[in-house]
Structure formats: structure tokens, C-alpha cells
């Protein structure tokens, strides 16, 4: 808010007025004009100091009918002082108010999530073992992994880094298929859920949530995709360079942006060694290229090195593109990141 200070309007007295019959003496205010006779004597008689004297003989009549042209100088400047220290003091506390706000816009964000949080949360929800581990089924537990994740969104515009800690919960289910879940931070989660079938490792399901923080408001939204038939991720027969197409359907929640197509195709890359957790591992190395059409429209490049023995993802690189609409226009999401298992032992 800005205040203006209106300064008083001060006649000029070397100007004539026209309504007035005899003008005042050059150098005096604008009143009732001094006895010229009396002035001469005194100036004739006195010189400059009788000038003066008399002058200030004339001032209290001046006065009288001008109070704002006698207020002491003072008086003004000390309210001018005023104004500019109110003025002053609510432009820091608003400078203040918006560098608070921008650093909370940009250090507020996502948390790396324990492995400790994550097996607590294991513990808890865990029922009796229905199945046991095997070919094409890990154990279940928490693993440790490392990576990094790097999310940017348009609008509102916002970014977020997490890592490097990423655990990994495996859990199972009741009709032998299991759900890997990687936690990249406490604000952002996804997860597949993998059957074995006939000598086969199938993908049924895939999940994701994630969490953005305005400061002043949060957002969070959960998508779930279902797969019908099932994409294959690891064939019992391998040949490279084949690809297996696939399709799967979603929606969000809370936000709702309709029914979200996910397509398109898995290739087999090929089979190679690579040293994961200190450990030389035979890898199969996948490349799933992926689309979204429906309520929400982009592109999804993953690339996923599992073990041979339990189709556990050892390595995996990623990168998306996603657009949704909202009420102000349509927000981009752009993601990208990398992870991999540090440990090939589960806390269970």
C-alpha cells in the first residue's frame, strides 16, 4: 500500500493580487500590508535592524489568519519521517513474506524414505506366507536399492529430486503373484505386481502415487492400471530383438481424468553378466516402450535388467512424459531416473 503526503499549497508573494488594492511590500507574506510609513521611519531610523524588527512586528497578524504558513517546518518533516519509516517498514515485511514463501516454493519437497519406515510398514501389513519363494519368485521382505529421480511439472511450475535411498518391498498375494514396490521417496511410489505362469513371469497390474507440495496446498493422486491379458515381461523362450505388445488400462484418484490407456511393447534386449551388490549376475535386459492415450497423453521408456533365477529388477532406467488436463490449462509431467539393488538380502 502506497500513502501519498499532500504538501501544503504556499502563496507566491512576489505575485500581485489582483483583489487586493495595494499589494504587499516586496519580500513580506500575504496579509494585511504593514503601515509603509511606520516601516520607512523605522528602516530611516534604525536601518536594517529596525527592518526587522519591525517585520517580525507584522508576523503574529500574518499568522493569526495563516496558522499552516507559521507551522515550524518541523512539525512537517516529522510526519514525512513517519510516513517514510511506515512505508519502509511494510515493504520489508512484505519482501520478507515473499522470500519466505519462494524458499518454502523450492526446499519444500519429498523426504528419502527409510528402509526401517519401509519394514515397518512390511511387519504390518503381512498375513501368514501362502507361498514360498522360488524360480520366478524372490522373497519377500525389504531390499535395499540406490538411485536418483529427478520430477518436474509445468504447472503450477515445480521440481523435486529424491534418492539416493529407494527401498523395495516384496510382498505376496493370495493367488501367488507378487507385488514389487519401490518407495523413491516419501512422496512417490510404483509398483507392478508379477505372476508366474507356465514357465513365464507376466505382468497383471501397476500402480504409482505421488505427492506435490505447493506450500500453501498439497496434491496427492494415486493411478492403478489393470492388465488384461497379462504383458509379458520375462518368456519362457527368449529371442532377441522379439516384442511382445500389450495394453492396460487405468484412472486416478482423487483426480479425475477419466480411463487412461497404457500401450504399446516390451522387447527382449538381450542376456548379458553384470556386476550387481558386489556380485557377477546373469541379467535379462528389457526395453518397454509405452504410450498413454484417454484422459491422459504421453510416452514412458523403461529399461529393466531382472535376475534369471527370480525375476527380482536388479537394474532400471526411466524416462516420462505425461500430460493432464486441469481447470487453468494442461500440466506436463516430466520424470526421469535410474535405480539398482544394493543388497541381495531382504529384511523379512
Not at 519591525?54 to 510526519?79: D, G, I, Q, V, Y
Not at 519466505?100 to 506366507?129: C, N
Not at 488400462?249 to 516390451?266: C, L
Amino acid at each position: 500500500m502506497t500513502r501519498s503526503v499532500t504538501t501544503p499549497l504556499v502563496t507566491n508573494p512576489f505575485v500581485a493580487d489582483p483583489c487586493v488594492a495595494d499589494p504587499p511590500v516586496a519580500g513580506l507574506l500575504v496579509g494585511d500590508p504593514p503601515d509603509v510609513n511606520a516601516l520607512a521611519a523605522s528602516i530611516s531610523a534604525s536601518g536594517l535592524a529596525g527592518f526587522a524588527r519591525s517585520f517580525k512586528a507584522t508576523a503574529p497578524e500574518e499568522s493569526a489568519e495563516n496558522p499552516e504558513a507559521a507551522r515550524p517546518p518541523e512539525t512537517f518533516l516529522r510526519r514525512h519521517r513517519v510516513a517514510m519509516y511506515v512505508a519502509t517498514a511494510t515493504l520489508v515485511v512484505v519482501c520478507a513474506g515473499i522470500g519466505v514463501f519462494g524458499y518454502m516454493w523450492t526446499h519444500t519437497g519429498p523426504h528419502e524414505l527409510s528402509t526401517s519406515a519401509a519394514y515397518q510398514r512390511f511387519v504390518s501389513g503381512s498375513g501368514s506366507k501362502i507361498v514360498d519363494p522360488g524360480t520366478l519368485r524372490p522373497h519377500e521382505g525389504v531390499y535395499s536399492y540406490s538411485g536418483t529421480a529427478n520430477e518436474q511439472i509445468s504447472l503450477p511450475p515445480k521440481s523435486q529430486t529424491e534418492g539416493p535411498g529407494m527401498p523395495v518391498t516384496v510382498t505376496y498375494n493370495s493367488v501367488g503373484c507378487w507385488t514389487w514396490r519401490m518407495d523413491y521417496s516419501d512422496s512417490h511410489w510404483q509398483s507392478s505386481t508379477y505372476c508366474p505362469r507356465d514357465g513365464n513371469l507376466v505382468l497383471t497390474a501397476r500402480g504409482g502415487w505421488y505427492r506435490w507440495n505447493f506450500v500453501m496446498l498439497t496434491i496427492a493422486d494415486t493411478a492403478t492400471y489393470s492388465c488384461n491379458p497379462a504383458e509379458m515381461t520375462l518368456p519362457k523362450l527368449l529371442h532377441q530383438g522379439e516384442r511382445f505388445n500389450f495394453s492396460c488400462k487405468g484412472s486416478n484418484h482423487p483426480i479425475n481424468t477419466g480411463v487412461v490407456e497404457m500401450s504399446g511393447y516390451n522387447e527382449y534386449v538381450g542376456t548379458q553378466t553384470m556386476k550387481v551388490a558386489g556380485h557377477e549376475v546373469p541379467v535379462v535386459h528389457f526395453r518397454e516402450v509405452s504410450t498413454f492415450s484417454g484422459g491422459q497423453t504421453g510416452t514412458n521408456v523403461a529399461d529393466t535388467w531382472f535376475s534369471t533365477s527370480n525375476g527380482l529388477p536388479l537394474k532400471g532406467t526411466w524416462a516420462t512424459a505425461v500430460h493432464s488436463p486441469t481447470i487453468v490449462g494442461t500440466s506436463t509431467l516430466t520424470a526421469k531416473g535410474g535405480f539398482e539393488l544394493s543388497s541381495f538380502t531382504p529384511r523379512s
